[in-house]
């Protein structure tokens, strides 16, 4: 597991992915030229304040896997 930790709003907080979501994440944020944090943050606004942050991370880069590969 790969800890990220961000700040959101102003409050410290943390996330947990594999190193493989981790490793995924990093190659999006690298051909986009933005932060990982930026990413992070941008998915933390757009979710249902209910779910898991970690979880709609992980949901996030397996859409974005499916979009390029269409």
């Given at each position: 597991?790969?800890?990220?930790?961000?700040?959101?709003?102003?409050?410290q907080t943390s996330i947990s992915i594999e190193q493989?979501?981790?490793e995924v994440l990093q190659q999006i944020a690298l051909s986009r030229d933005v932060s990982i944090a930026s990413i992070i943050k941008s998915i933390d606004e757009s979710r249902n304040p209910e779910s898991n942050l970690s979880s709609e991370t992980r949901i996030w880069i397996l859409k974005q896997i499916l979009k390029t590969s269409k």
């Open positions: 597991m790969h800890k990220i930790s961000v700040s959101l709003s102003g409050h493989e979501f981790f």
